[in-house]
Structure formats: C-alpha cells, structure tokens
C-alpha cells in the first residue's frame, strides 16, 4: 500500500467549542470488472470514516482500477512496474508537509483533505481468497488504508505501521465491518511526491 503525498492541509480556525457541520465531496468511479462496486456504498463508507476521524471537510476521488491500470499508476509515479493494492495522493498543500504534518498525531478537526484514492478491485479479489474474507471487505479496507495515509499515517518503519495497523482495526470496526486478517511482511514503497503541475 503506497502514499503519494503532495501535502499538508490547509488548517481551520478552531470553532468556539460548537461542532462544526462536515462537509464531505467524494467522486467515485469502477473502471474494472473483476469485483462488483456500488459506488454509492463506497462514498457512504468514506464519509462514515471521515466523520470517525473528525475530518469536517473533504473533497475525494476514488476510482476502483484493474492490476493493469494501478500497475501504470505504480510504476508512474514511485516506479514499481507492478500492481500494489492502493495507492493515495495527497492534494492537500504545498510541498514539503505530509497529511497532518506527517503524523498521526495531528489533529483531524482542523483538517481540509484533498486527494486521491486509486485501489485495485482486482488485488481486493485475489487477495479475499488469499485471506480467506469477503472481497468487499478487502477493498474497504483498502480505501481506511488510503484515507489513513492522507490524514497523516504512515507504515514504512515499524512503530508507525503498527499504529495504522491498529487504527485500520479500530476503523473498520467502527464503521460495522470486520477488522482485517492480520498480515505479515508487507512493506509499503516509500512516499514520492508528485510534480505539482496536473
């Protein structure tokens, strides 16, 4: 699993204690047919997350892919010339930030998240059997994954992948699906920065 960032968030004034209304734009697409979507439940799993974090505001796109098309996207951008499982692009801010200042411990509520989620409904099939759940199950768990690296997580040292690896569980829990199988010897690319020019 792989994060592209081209950071940080642009940062909101705290409210005076009132919680403030979220906002939430999320384009989704399928352009595979290897795993049924209903692209309406994806938007509804990525808001419920959103609100689980305490993100008030983003604005996503989220395209479900083929191996060959995120093997392109892979290679382009961190070349790797293989299919990876997702991969997130931060939109957020200017360059040399990371989410929320890099790490999971920034604060959500003042977050404004700009990105792209890509994931590979193809891997999710594959590797449902492979871990014996529910391929839906797989490719939402693909999109916590790609959400958690644009608010700041991060998985290439071991400390921090374990505090993904526990807020993915807590996620997914939360959001009334099962938390994923545990995995061993993954290894995400290390993050690359996009030109900023699109």
């Known amino acids: 699993m792989t994060a592209v960032r081209r950071p940080s968030p642009q940062q909101h004034p705290q409210s005076s204690g009132r919680?403030?209304?979220?906002?939430?734009?999320i384009a989704c697409c399928n352009r595979q047919r290897h795993l049924p979507v209903r692209q309406a439940e994806i938007r509804r799993l990525l808001q419920a997350?959103?609100?689980?974090?305490g993100v008030p505001a983003a604005d996503l796109s989220v395209a479900i892919v083929a191996d060959a098309e995120i093997a392109a996207v892979h290679n382009r951008w961190l070349g790797v010339p293989e299919p990876t499982d997702v991969i997130s692009f931060d939109l957020s801010g200017g360059p040399g930030d990371a989410g929320l200042g890099g790490r999971p411990g920034g604060d959500p509520r003042q977050l404004q998240l700009v990105g792209e989620i890509i994931a590979s409904g193809e891997t999710a099939a594959r590797q449902a059997a492979r871990y014996g759940w529910q391929a839906d199950h797989e490719l939402a768990y693909y999109l916590v994954h790609g959400l958690l690296h644009l608010c700041g997580f991060d998985d290439l040292a071991p400390g921090p992948?374990?505090?993904m690896r526990r807020r993915e569980r807590q996620l997914m829990l939360a959001l009334g699906l099962p938390a994923p199988p545990r995995r061993s010897g993954r290894r995400a690319a290390p993050p690359a920065t996009p030109p900023r020019k699109r």
Do not use: I
């Not at 997350?49 to 974090?53: C, K």
């Open 49 to 53: 997350a959103l609100r689980q974090l």
């Open 161 to 163: 992948r374990r505090s």
């Open 19 to 25: 919680r403030r209304p979220t906002c939430y734009d």
